[in-house]
């Protein structure tokens, strides 16, 4: 693709404008509208021109061997508009080696194809991890903790878990009772002193002793009865 003075006074104003903003007039709008047609026009015209050589280039290739020296002329015209060889290609190459051009198209075309393999191989060994690979929620990347919790009342400040620290492990695995410290013997009691001693209560007997009856006198009183 070649452009022309005018096309190249446009695109250096474009990229003026590009490095240095500044107010663009409508001329120069006008022109890299134009600009831009004319490139998409020249990408449409390639691939068309593309397509007929490698139809054309088909067509030599199933004449083989009789068409070789235009077989070989077209190929390498359409890798260099970059056209990839295919299988027939290599196979047709092959039966050519004999000719110095069809050996070094060889060459090349093999270099080109096991570039392909690769990025093909590499292309699908990672679309094959990211369909492997889960997709954690969004909900679920970070966990918090909750205010008012162990953390907020420790600490004072955002928990671990919004830092992304250890409270992310801890969050997976259950929650270990604190350690207790081990039991005290228990104390043996001190011996009991003398006890003070106690007067004891006086019974009410004791208190309001009873009274014995008087003995009978030992010479009583004889009353004689009146006959």
Do not use: W
Not at 94 to 101: E, H, K, Q, T, Y
Not at 109 to 118: F, G, K, M, P, T
Not at 168 to 180: I, L, T, V, W
């Amino acid at each position: 693709m070649a452009f022309g003075v005018e096309e190249l006074r446009v695109l250096r104003r474009a990229l003026a404008l590009a490095l240095h903003p500044a107010p663009a007039s409508a001329e120069d709008i006008k022109d890299c509208h134009r600009l831009a047609e004319s490139l998409d026009e020249a990408v449409r015209e390639g691939a068309r021109l593309r397509a007929f050589l490698v139809a054309d280039l088909a067509r030599y290739r199933a004449a083989l061997p009789g068409t070789a020296a235009g077989y070989l002329t077209l190929l390498e015209e359409v890798l260099g508009a970059g056209y990839r060889p295919e299988p027939d290609d290599l196979a047709a190459l092959r039966a050519l080696r004999g000719n110095p051009v069809a050996a070094a198209l060889l060459s090349r075309c093999q270099v080109l194809a096991e570039r392909d393999v690769r990025a093909r191989l590499a292309g699908s060994t990672a679309a094959r991890r990211a369909r492997v690979a889960p997709v954690v929620p969004a909900s679920r990347t970070r966990l918090l903790a909750l205010p008012g919790g162990l953390s907020g009342s420790v600490s004072g400040g955002p928990s671990e878990a919004a830092r992304g620290g250890p409270a992310d492990q801890d969050a997976k695995q259950p929650a270990k009772r604190p350690a207790q410290p081990p039991a005290k013997p228990a104390e043996k009691p001190a011996p009991a002193g003398p006890q003070p001693s106690r007067r004891p209560i006086p019974t009410p007997g004791e208190v309001f002793p009873r009274r014995k009856p008087a003995p009978p006198p030992a010479n009583p009183p004889q009353h004689l009865a009146a006959g």
